[in-house]
């Protein structure tokens, strides 16, 4: 019997919808709940000469791992470890430091397995500036982009665009507020006299700016292994959804399955095997004209809303990729 380990979190479904597969194929599958480690997981790693030994014991589950018969790992969703017993700031601060670095430390001892996605190649591939520029390398149409923390550049940038763009975070996904109402951080379209009332403020984080170009409708696209899934999204059918889809409930936007023209897949293809990736997922927009535009690559991305919404095998493809 085949054994999959995945480093993931107590709340990833996709996790527990290929690990139904995985079982249906025969397979082990070994979870490791990241957030959970300082309180459900022992670990003894062993170094000799020649050799490393290194054994896992999950307590809730009564589990021994010695990863020599680990076949395949999947780097899903891994959060930072949280203690169940409280302990001071710098105490805290100490002992999550000390577990995360130990955890790159074991990514490290265990690159010899096959990996979904090797942790550096996620690392890596996540960075949206340098796969602007890989993404145009290999011949895909990206939006004018400006970041920046200078205004005049702004300015500038607008002009360029005749005062079209759309504001983005890098990363920063929401935040909540003191008296419990939380804001989402989404992609809007934004003009000077929006920006002019933020000037003074400017300088004090980066400001990601695009080009904004108008949609027909939109894709994403997850690739496993070499095969490509494609589900078009009708987002110009909500008008909360025009500028970003995040805006509201994937399942109340229609979606279907989508054939996306060979050049296009084989430009994403290469892009993978550039950054090392065995997983992937991409959004892109197809203009009026049918142009097709590269927006982002998030090489660990959700996808379970497609497979619900499409029917497309995605957690079937997984589980057979990861142990193959």
């Keep these: 019997m085949k054994q999959i380990l995945v480093f993931t979190a107590k709340t990833d479904i996709h996790c527990d919808k290929v690990a139904i597969k995985l079982r249906e194929m025969n397979c082990d599958i070994v ?16 170094q000799n000469r020649n050799e490393t030994i290194i054994d896992f014991e999950i307590s809730d589950s009564n589990i021994s791992i010695n990863t020599k018969n680990i076949y395949s790992i ?14 001071n700031s710098v105490a805290q601060k100490y002992i999550e430091t000390e577990q995360a670095r130990f ?18 190649a996620n690392k890596i591939a996540s960075q ?12 895909l149409r990206v939006p004018k982009t400006l970041v920046t923390n200078n205004y005049n550049s702004i300015q500038s940038f607008l002009k360029i665009c005749n005062n079209q763009v759309i504001l983005k975070s890098f990363n920063f996904g929401g935040f909540s507020m003191q008296d419990n109402t939380s804001w989402a951080c989404f992609a809007k379209k934004v003009s000077i006299s929006d920006l002019e009332k933020y ?37 110009q059918n909500n008008k909360e959804s025009i500028e970003d889809f995040r805006a509201v409930s994937s399942y109340d936007l229609a979606h279907k399955e989508f054939q996306l023209p060979i050049i ?26 049918h142009e097709y535009v590269f927006l982002e690559c998030n090489p660990n991305g959700q996808w379970l809303w ?19």
């Design 31 to 46: 979870r490791i709940n990241t957030e959970d480690i300082p309180n459900n997981l022992q670990y003894t790693i062993t």
């Design 264 to 289: 296009i897949e084989n430009r994403l293809l290469e892009f993978n095997r550039f950054y090392n990736l065995e997983f992937s997922t991409f959004d892109v927009i197809v203009t009026p004209n």
């Design 74 to 87: 999947w780097f899903r969703k891994p959060e930072k470890p949280v203690l169940n017993e409280s302990f």
């Design 103 to 120: 955890l790159q430390s074991l990514y490290g001892l265990l690159s010899d397995k096959k990996w979904v996605n090797p942790f550096w």
């Design 306 to 324: 497609i497979e619900d919404l499409t029917n497309m095998p995605l957690s079937l493809e997984l589980a057979k990729h990861l142990s193959n």
């Design 199 to 235: 000037k003074s403020s400017v300088q004090l984080a980066p400001v990601f700016l695009q080009e904004y170009i108008e949609k027909k409708f939109e894709l994403r696209i997850t690739i496993v292994g070499k095969k490509v899934f494609t589900a078009k999204i009708e987002s």
């Design 128 to 139: 949206k500036l340098p796969n602007h520029t890989l993404a145009s390398k290999l011949g």
